[in-house]
C-alpha cells in the first residue's frame, strides 16, 4: 500500500495546524460525532491502539475502520484533553506531532502524523500509561522506605519480605502466575509489582538469567545495549554494546531482586485448568520436588518464542552412534576439538556454533535448507537503528520510551516501505561481502518483499542471521557449506536428500522454534491450544505468515479466546515495551475496572 500525499496551499505553522486537527477531532468525539471523527482520517490512514480505546492491541485502517472502532469505544472510553505535548514538525508534507490525552479511566499519550495540508491523519497512534486512581509509584509518589515514630509492631523491610515470600502460594493466591522467568516474565513481573498486583514468576531453572546461562558460551546479544534495556532500570553507561549471555543472566538475577519481583525457580508447572465458573485456574506445580497447587485468576505464558524446540524426527537418529542436539540444547564447542561437526540450519544459532566450533578445531559442514537474509551487525547498527537505538539517538534526546513509541506508530500493514529502502542501502553498502558469500554458494534473500531483518522476524520469527563474524567463516571455505534437507542419518553420517553423505560425530539441529501455542498444548490442552490458535506473525501470506491479514501479532500482549491467559514475550524491546500494556490490562482486571474488548482475537490458524 502506498501513501498518497495531497499538499493544498495550507497557512499556519505545524503546531498551529496540529492544534486545529486535535482540536476538531476533540469536538466531533465530545459531540459523539463519529461520522465527522472518521472523516477527518485519510482514504488511506491507520489507528494503532495500545489498549486506551479498545483494552486490546489492535489496528484499523482507512475511516470506515475509525467509524467502526470508534462507533463500539467511544462512549465508554470518554477521551478528553487532546493536546500536542512537545512542537510538532513537518518534513516532506507530512506534520508529525507527540500528543497526550485522558480517558474515563486512565491517562495516554501517542502520536499523529498529518496529511493533505494538515487536515487529514495518516497514522494515529493511541497508548494508554497508566490508570487513574492507580499510578505507579515513581517520582514524587515514590513510598518512603523507613517508617518514622516509635511503633512496637514494626516490621522492617526484610521481615515484611519475608512474611510476604513465606505466605505465597500458601496462604496468599497470587492474582496472575507468570510461567517463564527470561526476560519477558520478568519485566512482566516488574510491571505488575510496581502496580501492586499480587503476582508471581516461576520458572524451571534454579535462578533467575539460567535461561541465558544455560544456552551455549559463545551466545550473546545481537541487539546493540540502547534496544535492550529492561523498564525502569537501565544498562549503566559503561554496559558492553553487545552483552555475553552470562552477564545478560546476572543482570536479570540482579534486577529481579532489587526490583523484588516475587520469583520461584526450579518450579516446574505440571498442569494447569480453567475453571469457567470460579474463573480462575488450578495450577500443579512441582517447586523443589514438592507438589503444590496455584489458584490464580490470570496466567501468563512468558515461555518465549525460542522456547518450544523444533526437534526435528528423521530415519536412522536411533543408529547414530555421535551425539544429537537441538540448538537450545548445545553446551558450547569445549570437548569438540578435532570432531566432525554438521549443525543442520543457517540462520542466528547456527551461525554462532559453527564459529565457536571453528574456533576450537572441529570439522564444520553447516547444511542451509532454505535461503537466509544476513545483515551485517555495523550496518544494522549504523543504518537500521542508529536513528532510534544509539549513543547519537540518545544525545539528540531520543529516549528509550520515545524511541519505542516511534517504533509503534508505524502500522505493521506499512511498516515494510519505510524498512525496505534501509535495507536496500545496507545491500549496496555490503555488495561485495554478499558477493563472496554467493560465490562460496550461500543462498541469500532479503524477504519476500526486500523488506529484511526486523519483518521477517515480526512475519515468522526465523529466517535470519546478524553477522558478527561467522559469515566470513562459510565465505572463506573455512566451515563447509552443504544444501538440502536431510534425508536420514546412518551410524556415522548425516544424508542429504541428493544422496551427499556428512561424515559426523555431532549432529546439531539448529532448526528453530514452534509456536508459543504449544506450550498451552503442554501445560493445559490441546483444545485450548487450539482455541487460541497460532502465536506470532501478522498474516501477511508471506514464507510461514499465511493470512488473512491480522494487523498486529497474534495473540500477544492481549486477550485470547480462552479467558484468563495470556502470552508474553519476544525480544527484550518487545519484553521491555509491551510489558506496559499487558500489566495494565491484568491491574484493571484485578481492581475491578471493566474491560470489553474491541475486536478480540479471530482464530485463523492452529500452528
Same mark, same amino acid.
Given at each position: 500500500m502506498t501513501q498518497t500525499i495531497d499538499r493544498p496551499d495550507t497557512t499556519g505553522s505545524p503546531a498551529e495546524r496540529t492544534a486545529a486537527w486535535l482540536t476538531d477531532f476533540q469536538a466531533a468525539l465530545t459531540a459523539r460525532d463519529v461520522d465527522r471523527a472518521a472523516g477527518m482520517f485519510a482514504a488511506t490512514s491507520f489507528w494503532r491502539d495500545l489498549v486506551a480505546f479498545t483494552w486490546n492491541i489492535t489496528t484499523v485502517e482507512c475511516p470506515d475502520g475509525v467509524r467502526d472502532l470508534l462507533g463500539e469505544t467511544l462512549?465508554?472510553?470518554?477521551?478528553?484533553?487532546?493536546?500536542?505535548?512537545?512542537?510538532?514538525?513537518?518534513?516532506?508534507?507530512? &506534520?508529525?506531532?507527540? &500528543?497526550?490525552?485522558?480517558?474515563?479511566?486512565?491517562?495516554?499519550?501517542?502520536?499523529?502524523?498529518?496529511?493533505?495540508?494538515?487536515?487529514?491523519?495518516?497514522?494515529?497512534?493511541?497508548?494508554?500509561?497508566?490508570?487513574?486512581?492507580?499510578?505507579?509509584?515513581?517520582?514524587?509518589?515514590?513510598?518512603?522506605?523507613?517508617?518514622?515514630?516509635?511503633?512496637?509492631?514494626?516490621?522492617?523491610?526484610?521481615?515484611?519480605?519475608?512474611?510476604?515470600?513465606?505466605?505465597?502460594?500458601?496462604?496468599?493466591?497470587?492474582?496472575?502466575?507468570?510461567?517463564?522467568?527470561?526476560?519477558?516474565? &520478568?519485566?512482566?513481573?516488574?510491571?505488575?509489582?510496581?502496580?501492586?498486583?499480587?503476582?508471581?514468576?516461576?520458572?524451571?531453572?534454579?535462578?533467575?538469567?539460567?535461561?541465558?546461562?544455560?544456552?551455549?558460551?559463545?551466545?550473546?546479544? +545481537?541487539?546493540?545495549?540502547?534496544?535492550? +534495556?529492561?523498564?525502569?532500570?537501565?544498562?549503566?553507561?559503561?554496559?558492553?554494546?553487545?552483552?555475553?549471555?552470562?552477564?545478560?543472566?546476572?543482570?536479570?538475577?540482579?534486577?529481579?531482586?532489587?526490583?523484588? &519481583?516475587?520469583?520461584?525457580?526450579?518450579?516446574a508447572v505440571r498442569s494447569a485448568s480453567y475453571d469457567e465458573q470460579a474463573q480462575e485456574w488450578t495450577v500443579e506445580v512441582d517447586r523443589d520436588g514438592q507438589p503444590m497447587t496455584l489458584r490464580p485468576k490470570q496466567l501468563v505464558l512468558a515461555t518465549g518464542m525460542s522456547g518450544k524446540p523444533n526437534h526435528p524426527s528423521l530415519p536412522g537418529q536411533d543408529v547414530f552412534r555421535g551425539e544429537q542436539q537441538h540448538s537450545s540444547q548445545h553446551p558450547g564447542p569445549d570437548g569438540y576439538a578435532g570432531k566432525r561437526v554438521v549443525v543442520v540450519g543457517s540462520n542466528n544459532s547456527a551461525f554462532d556454533i559453527c564459529g565457536a566450533l571453528w574456533e576450537v578445531g572441529a570439522d564444520v559442514t553447516m547444511v542451509q535448507r532454505t535461503s537466509t537474509h544476513i545483515v551485517r551487525s555495523d550496518s544494522l547498527m549504523e543504518i537500521g537503528l542508529g536513528a532510534l537505538y544509539s549513543e547519537q539517538a540518545v544525545a539528540d534526546g531520543v529516549t528509550t520510551e520515545k524511541a519505542d513509541l516511534v517504533f509503534a506508530s508505524i502500522p505493521y500493514r506499512i511498516m515494510h516501505e519505510f524498512q525496505i529502502p534501509l535495507y536496500q542501502q545496507m545491500k549496496e553498502r555490503d555488495a561485495d561481502f554478499y558477493r563472496r558469500m554467493e560465490d562460496a554458494g550461500f543462498r541469500l534473500d532479503w524477504g519476500d518483499d526486500g523488506s529484511g531483518l526486523f519483518m521477517k522476524y515480526l512475519r515468522r520469527g526465523s529466517g535470519y542471521y546478524i553477522d558478527v563474524g561467522a559469515a566470513d567463516l562459510v565465505a572463506n571455505g573455512d566451515v563447509k557449506?552443504? +544444501?538440502?534437507?536431510?534425508? +536420514?542419518?546412518?551410524?556415522?553420517?548425516?544424508?542429504?536428500?541428493?544422496?551427499?553423505?556428512?561424515?559426523?560425530?555431532?549432529?546439531?539441529?539448529?532448526?528453530?522454534?514452534?509456536?508459543?501455542?504449544?506450550?498451552?498444548?503442554?501445560?493445559?490442552?490441546?483444545?485450548?491450544?487450539?482455541?487460541?490458535?497460532?502465536?506470532w506473525g501478522l498474516g501477511s501470506d508471506t514464507t510461514k505468515d499465511p493470512g488473512p491479514w491480522e494487523g498486529e501479532q497474534r495473540n500477544m500482549w492481549k486477550p485470547t479466546q480462552q479467558p484468563g491467559l495470556w502470552f508474553h514475550g519476544g525480544n527484550l524491546h518487545q519484553s521491555r515495551h509491551y510489558s506496559l500494556y499487558l500489566a495494565l490490562q491484568l491491574k484493571a482486571r484485578y481492581e475491578g475496572i471493566p474491560t470489553p474488548v474491541y475486536r478480540l482475537q479471530e482464530v485463523h490458524h492452529t500452528a
Open positions: 462512549d465508554r472510553t470518554d477521551p478528553t484533553g487532546l493536546r500536542a505535548s512537545e512542537e510538532p514538525t513537518e518534513d516532506d508534507g507530512v &506534520i508529525s506531532a507527540w &500528543i497526550e490525552f485522558e480517558t474515563a479511566v486512565g491517562r495516554g499519550r501517542g502520536h499523529l502524523r498529518l496529511t493533505e495540508g494538515g487536515t487529514r491523519a495518516f497514522t494515529l497512534l493511541t497508548t494508554l500509561y497508566e490508570l487513574k486512581g492507580h499510578e505507579e509509584p515513581l517520582g514524587e509518589r515514590r513510598p518512603m522506605g523507613a517508617e518514622h515514630g516509635a511503633n512496637r509492631e514494626r516490621l522492617t523491610w526484610r521481615e515484611r519480605r519475608e512474611q510476604e515470600e513465606a505466605g505465597l502460594g500458601v496462604t496468599t493466591q497470587p492474582e496472575v502466575l507468570v510461567v517463564g522467568g527470561g526476560q519477558g516474565g &520478568i519485566a512482566l513481573g516488574a510491571r505488575l509489582r510496581q502496580l501492586g498486583v499480587p503476582a508471581l514468576v516461576v520458572d524451571k531453572l534454579p535462578r533467575p538469567g539460567d535461561q541465558w546461562r544455560s544456552r551455549y558460551k559463545s551466545l550473546c546479544l +545481537h541487539d546493540p545495549v540502547w534496544y535492550d +534495556h529492561l523498564p525502569y532500570l537501565k544498562f549503566p553507561d559503561n554496559w558492553p554494546v553487545f552483552a555475553p549471555k552470562d552477564k545478560i543472566g546476572d543482570w536479570l538475577e540482579f534486577y529481579v531482586t532489587v526490583m523484588e &519481583i516475587p520469583y520461584w525457580g526450579s518450579t557449506l552443504a +544444501h538440502g534437507q536431510v534425508d +536420514h542419518l546412518t551410524e556415522d553420517a548425516v544424508v542429504l536428500a541428493d544422496g551427499t553423505e556428512l561424515p559426523a560425530d555431532l549432529v546439531v539441529y539448529a532448526t528453530g522454534y514452534g509456536s508459543m501455542n504449544g506450550w498451552a498444548a503442554d501445560l493445559i490442552s490441546q483444545e485450548v491450544a487450539d482455541r487460541v490458535g497460532k502465536v
